[in-house]
């Protein structure tokens, strides 16, 4: 009777504890995403405070973990100072026991200063992961997982990696003839310069792709025989530009003579598009195949 007794006993604190706990972690969940809500839609960043934060609550990150309340203030004032018409959205958000994991959006127009970046006037919309502990129904501590070049790219900061392969695309399908799928990189009002001393550079600069595709390749194709492009190397720069290294292997129709000039291209993207073009060129050994 007394082993009953006891066996009943553990059963009932441990359904006890259970619920305990249940409860505890509902009221964490309810008062995260109600704080964090108010502090980034509101702007109410004084509710970062030793009511819901610990005192020696840290955040994880990889270029130096903030400590204390005060750290975590001055860090998050500067989304509310560098954004406006900011919508900070929990889409899901669970937890178990003292850890939670909330997953969030934040979308916003840079209009001032953002850890030192002036304002671009452009709009950001980014996505992420936190993972909390949570203690006595305080933040102890908190992990932030996103991409960061996401937001730099979208700010014009840093290079889409993707330009790379819109640049290589572009040469391919010049070398198989495929000049429609060159054009269609080009964004509508591209600005398009030939090298200096070039012969071609008497239109520059061609804007926008049927200037291009007149007065660069059906001039090319009318005064060579062949022209192709040879060792092609593509570098991804600051700015979304692409850097290409080349050579030009071709044959002038009319003097019959032969080239194979060093030469240069600078892209510049913006939504995946072309929108600027500048050559460097060796012109004078081009000079010298066209002259009789």
């Known amino acids: 009777m007394k082993t009953s007794k006891l066996l009943l006993a553990i059963a009932f604190l441990s359904i006890t504890t259970v619920f305990a706990q249940k409860s505890n972690i509902e009221k964490d969940l ?29 955040q994880l ?4 973990n903030l400590e204390g309340i005060a750290a975590f203030r001055d860090y ?50 980014v996505e992420g992961v936190t993972l909390v502990k949570m203690k006595d129904g305080r933040i102890v ?14 700010l ?34 591209i600005v398009w310069n030939e090298a200096e001393s070039n012969s071609l550079a008497d239109g520059n600069p061609y804007i926008g792709p049927d200037a291009v595709l007149n007065g660069v390749f059906a001039r090319l194709g009318a005064d060579h025989e062949y022209f192709k492009l040879e060792d ?17 292997d071709a044959k002038v129709k009319k003097t019959g003579k032969t080239y194979y000039a060093q030469v240069a291209h600078l892209w510049t993207l913006k939504d995946g598009k072309v929108v600027a073009f500048q050559q460097f060129l060796d012109t004078e050994k081009v000079a010298e195949a066209m002259e009789n």
């Open 30 to 58: 309810k008062m995260y995403e109600r704080v964090w809500s108010d502090i980034v839609n509101k702007g109410q960043i004084e509710l970062i405070n030793d009511k819901h934060f610990d005192p020696n609550v840290v």
């Open 61 to 64: 990150n990889n270029t130096g």
């Open 76 to 125: 998050y004032q500067n989304f509310l100072t560098g954004f406006s018409n900011i919508k900070f959205t929990v889409k899901d958000i669970f937890g178990q026991g003292n850890n939670i994991a909330k997953h969030w959006s934040f979308t916003g127009q840079h209009t001032g200063n953002f850890f030192g970046i002036p304002p671009t006037g452009k709009m950001v919309d």
């Open 141 to 154: 501590q908190e992990q932030d997982f996103m991409d960061p070049n996401v937001m730099m790219q979208q």
């Open 156 to 189: 014009g900061l840093a290079s889409d990696p993707n330009n790379i392969t819109v640049v290589n695309n572009m040469y391919k399908a010049f070398g198989a003839g495929d000049i429609p799928t060159v054009l269609a990189g080009m964004g509508p009002k």
């Open 232 to 248: 092609i190397k593509l570098h991804n720069m600051d700015n979304n530009q692409v850097l290409a290294t080349l050579r030009y």
